[in-house]
T-cell receptor, first 112, second 114 residues
Framework: NAGVTQTPKFQVLKTGQSMTLQCAQD?????MSWYRQDPGMGLRLIHY???????DQGEVPNGYNVSRSTTEDFPLRLLSAAPSQTSVYFC???????????FGQGTRLTVV | GENVEQHPSTLSVQEGDSAVIKCTYS??????FPWYKQELGKRPQLIID?????GEKKDQRIAVTLNKTAKHFSLHITETQPEDSAVYFC?????????????FGTGTRLTIIP
């Protein structure tokens, strides 16, 4: 199993551009989540999903969209990138009734 | 929503000594409290967790304690080693199974001095 795979690992965007961060897991996990990590602020939940076709907002959802058409994939879309979205983004997945969330390796995004 | 505070933000201890990191949470409905370790440039990884029906859990040199009345929980690392140097995050969740929406603390950078 590859686990949780995020692409790309690094990305530089110009203000106003849009892009999609990809997240895929091959463990058949029901739950998937997106977090952003900023210095001194820990990890903050952006969006999450408890199954295919079901998504919900987390703590900091503004400027981001998600969809969950399959169990395996949970892409995060930046609609119009802003410098405030410069961050490291982590995707995580976990099976129902489990005690561990598995994180991807992260995507470092810089918006200039 | 839930709010998790974590202290201290940085901690330096001599190799072999113990380290303690403390967290408080605000939502009395939270029932799952994991701790994650993140090495420089790496992804967070679960090291230990505790559910609200348990007061203490231990795994070799690592232990977590939970005080539901006071709404705080702590990570204890004994006999610290250089490989324990990392950033540690506490988290809390009120979900039935606990993993899809975690609220994290701001992290503690632990440095083990040889």
């Amino acid at each position: 199993n590859a686990g949780v795979t995020q692409t790309p690992k690094f990305q530089v965007l110009k203000t106003g551009q849009s892009m999609t961060l990809q997240c895929a897991q091959d463990m058949n996990h029901e739950y998937m989540s997106w977090y952003r990590q900023d210095p001194g602020m820990g990890l903050r939940l952006i969006h999450y999903s408890v199954g295919a076709g079901i998504t919900d907002q987390g703590e900091v959802p503004n400027g981001y969209n998600v969809s969950r058409s399959t169990t395996e994939d949970f892409p995060l879309r930046l609609l119009s990138a802003a410098p405030s979205q410069t961050s490291v983004y982590f995707c995580a997945s976990s099976p129902r009734e489990s005690t561990e969330a598995f994180f991807g390796q992260g995507t470092r995004l810089t918006v200039v | 929503g839930e709010n998790v505070e974590q202290h201290p933000s940085t901690l330096s201890v001599q190799e072999g000594d113990s380290a303690v990191i403390k967290c408080t949470y605000s939502d009395s409905a939270s029932n799952y409290f994991p701790w994650y370790k993140q090495e420089l440039g790496k992804r967070p990884q679960l090291i230990i967790d505790i559910r609200s029906n348990v007061g203490e859990k231990k795994d070799q040199r690592i232990a977590v304690t939970l005080n539901k009345t006071a709404k705080h929980f702590s990570l204890h690392i004994t006999e610290t080693q250089p490989e324990d140097s990392a950033v540690y995050f506490c988290a809390a969740s009120g979900s039935n199974f606990g993993n899809e929406k975690l609220t994290f603390g701001t992290g503690t950078r632990l440095t083990i001095i040889p």
